[in-house]
C-alpha cells in the first residue's frame, strides 16, 4: 500500500472548471473512472434535491472494482489535489490516465477546443513518513482559502472562524463528508482517514488546531505547488 499526493493543473494554468457543471463532472468522472471495469455510461445523474451526491437511480451499474482508494480531493478553478491509496504506481497511472483523458474529451467537445488541456500527465509524490501525511488531508482541504484568505499561507489569518465557515459553504472538496455533511459521499473512501482522525468530530478539531501550529515550509516537498 503506498499513499501520493497527486496534483495537475490547466495547461498554461488555464482554468479547467469554467462553470458548476464541469465541477459536477470531475466530481463524477472520480467515481465512474475509479473502476477496473469500462466506464459503462459517460452520461451522469445527480440528486439534486437532497445532497448532491453522485447518484445513479437510473442506471443499473455492476459493483464497481475500485483501482484506488480516494482519500480525498479538492478541485480549484485550474488544478485540483488528490489524496489517493495505491496498491502498485501502475494502478495510480491507470486511475489517472482514464480520469485526465475523460475529463478532457468531455471539456473540449463542450467547448469546441482541440488540444492538451493539463500541463503533464499529473504530478504525485509518495508519502513515506506519518509525520509528512498527517499534514497532507488538511493543506488539500484549506486550498479553496487561496480564493479569499490568501494570507492563511503565511500563518496570518485574522479571523479563523471566519476561514472555517469559507471552507464549509465550498462544495469542490471532500472537507464536508470528513465533517459528517453529506456532500460527495460515494466518490471518497473516509474510513482510513477518520480511523485516524478519530472521527468526524476529531476531524474537526484537529484542521482548526492544525490551523495554529502548521509550517508549509517543513512540508512543501510534499504540497506539490
Known sequence: MEIYHVLNRGVDKR???LDKEDYLRFIHDLY??????PAEKVYYYFDKYKNGDVGRPHIEK???????DLLAFCLMPNHYHLLVISKKLEYLTLF???????Y???FNEKYQRTGTLFERRFKRVLIKK????????YYIHC????LEYSEWRNRKLKNLQEAIKFLEKYRWSSHLDYLGIKNFPSVTQREFLLDVFKGEKGYKESIENWFKSFDLEEIKQWILE
Request: charged share 40%; aromatic share 10%.
Open 15 to 17: 482554468k479547467i472548471f
Open 32 to 37: 465512474e473512472f475509479n473502476d477496473e471495469n
Open 62 to 68: 455492476k459493483k464497481r472494482k475500485r483501482i484506488v
Open 96 to 102: 489517472m490516465k482514464k480520469l485526465n483523458g475523460g
Open 104 to 106: 478532457a474529451k468531455y
Open 130 to 137: 506519518e509525520e509528512h501525511f498527517i499534514h497532507i488531508p
Open 143 to 146: 486550498n479553496p482559502l487561496d
